[in-house]
């Protein structure tokens, strides 16, 4: 099939000058010089018979014609430019990009690193600001471990579920044994009237977790939220209240004693960590490698390995 297209060169040198309304910054910006862009730009314009740039002493004007060319041509130009800026860059070079849930990270996943990195030690890692609307429209990050429903939540992200569906409800020690000592919380419903400290993102989470546990249409007494799973925690240990938090974020606290779990029942809601990736990237390298390693430290978290 003929090819009507012009040369890559010679579209760059012609959206340049056109967007810069000067050959000499045209020719500045694309390391040319610039006789080089004006010989370009008159190849254009012979390639297709028609004048695209108006010339004088002062400025460069488009004819209708390259106007209609300038914007066709300019978004694919630029995604062709961000597509090869990334696709030179050699493994060696940048590390793999995360954004990642910041409780998450700090209690799960950064006390286990050492072990991917003595099986990887050729992958760096860094962690890039985390966002709970990523979008993955930037450069950063490659991937995110992010917290939703599930996969539907992201529809242009490949996504995997990590852990975090069991959820376990915690309080202070000493509020646990003050109750009991009442005859107080003799089943999860009776939860229900203390003040219920729960996550900005999930206040329906009590909800579900008392219809799970049997509890019927008991309305939650929900009292103070917090933004992150860290301050919950923190929240209960000077006794708050009761929260309702990821069991694999408060495994330490509960073997410390720092705080208890007044009904321990294996109940799993919808929300959990998802590592998600665009699925219009190609996967970075040593991701293949990440992904397989926190998949399985998740597996062997929830068997008690």
Known sequence: MRMHSPSMSELHA????????????????????????SRAVARLEQHYGVPLIKRNAHALALTPVGRELLDAVRG??????????????????RPLHLAVVPTFASVWLIPRLRDF??????????????????????????????????PEAWPQCSCDYVIGREMVPICHPARLQQRLAQGA?????????????????????????????HA??????????????????????????????????????LESGAVVAPFDLPIELQRGYFLCTPRDRRPRPGFAEFRRWLLGAAEEDVRGV
């Open 185 to 213: 919380w003799q089943q999860p419903g009776d939860l229900a009237s203390e003040p219920l400290l729960y996550h900005t993102t999930a206040p329906g989470n009590w909800t579900q977790w008392l219809r799970a546990a």
């Open 117 to 150: 990195q003595a099986l990887h030690p050729g992958i760096k890692l860094n962690f890039v600001p985390y966002s709970k609307q990523e979008d993955f429209s930037g450069p950063v990050p490659d991937a995110a471990v992010l917290t939703g429903v599930g």
């Open 216 to 253: 019927g249409r008991t309305a939650p007494n929900l009292t103070t939220a917090f933004d992150q799973v860290s301050m919950l925690i923190q929240a209960v240990i000077a006794d708050m209240g009761v929260a309702l938090v990821q069991r694999c974020l408060v495994k330490q606290a």
């Open 76 to 93: 694919p130009l630029s995604s062709i430019e961000e597509a090869s800026a990334r696709l030179r860059v050699m493994p060696a070079d």
């Open 14 to 37: 012609f959206a340049a000058a056109a967007r810069l309304g000067s050959f000499s910054r045209a020719a500045a910006e694309l390391c040319v010089t610039q006789s080089a862009i």
